[in-house]
């Protein structure tokens, strides 16, 4: 198994751009999640699904997009870049909620101009 | 939702064991307490979980309060490699996956 794979590594975007994150994995795991960590902070949950065709808002949805038309697919949309969403973003997934660990993906370091 | 408090850095000895504290003095009957740890450059690794008693895994031993409200991770010799930022989370029986608080920062010396 591959397990949580993510791409781009890095990214630099101008403000304004658009862009998709991509999100996969091969474990046929219903939850998927998305994070972003900001230097030296914890994570924060930006939107998460709990299976393909169902998503839901976190704690940090504001300008950005999220869809799951498949179990493996989730990719995360940043709708119009700004500087204040420059991070790195992690994707994770898991087979449940409350009593399953996550796996989290390498992360993506995305640097808005 | 329930939050969770840790110390900012702790220091151990190599081959000595570590005990990291977390409180959560607001914990509900349903949330779960997962441990997490954060290598430098790298995504976040599940270390352990549990709900009511005291649980075991190869990482490690996790220690939770008859009332819940306190919870220890107990890595039983530290190694280098162990230098890490710990986090304790709580995930609510319901709504929203998990919310990381700052973590400890574990520095281990030789």
């Known amino acids: 198994n591959a397990g949580v794979t993510q791409t781009p590594k890095f990214q630099v975007l101008k403000t304004g751009q658009s862009m998709t994150l991509q999100c996969a994995q091969d474990?046929?795991?219903?939850?998927m999640s998305w994070y972003r960590q900001d230097p030296g902070m914890g994570l924060r949950l930006i939107h998460y699904?709990?299976?393909?065709?169902?998503?839901d808002q976190g704690e940090v949805p504001n300008g950005y997009n999220v869809s799951r038309s498949t179990t493996e697919d989730f990719p995360l949309r940043l709708l119009s870049a700004a500087p204040s969403q420059t991070s790195v973003y992690f994707c994770a997934s898991s087979y449940g909620r409350l009593a399953y660990e996550q796996y989290f993906g390498p992360g993506t370091r995305l640097t808005v101009t | 939702d329930a939050k969770t408090t840790q110390p900012n850095s702790m220091e151990s000895n190599e081959e000595e064991p570590v005990h990291l504290p977390c409180n959560h003095s607001t914990i509900s009957g349903t949330d779960y307490i997962h441990w997490y740890r954060q290598l430098p450059s790298q995504g976040p690794e599940y270390v352990i979980h549990g709900l009511t008693s005291n649980v075991n895994n190869r990482m490690a031993s996790l220690a939770i309060a008859e009332d819940r409200k306190s919870s220890t991770l107990i890595l039983h010799r530290a190694t280098l490699r162990d230098a890490a930022v710990y986090y304790c989370?709580?995930?609510?029986?319901?709504?929203?996956?998990?919310?990381f608080g700052g973590g400890t920062r574990l520095m281990v010396k030789p």
């Open positions: 474990m046929n795991h219903e939850y």
């Open positions: 699904s709990v299976g393909a065709g169902i998503t």
């Open positions: 989370i709580l995930i609510p029986g319901a709504g929203n996956m998990l919310t």
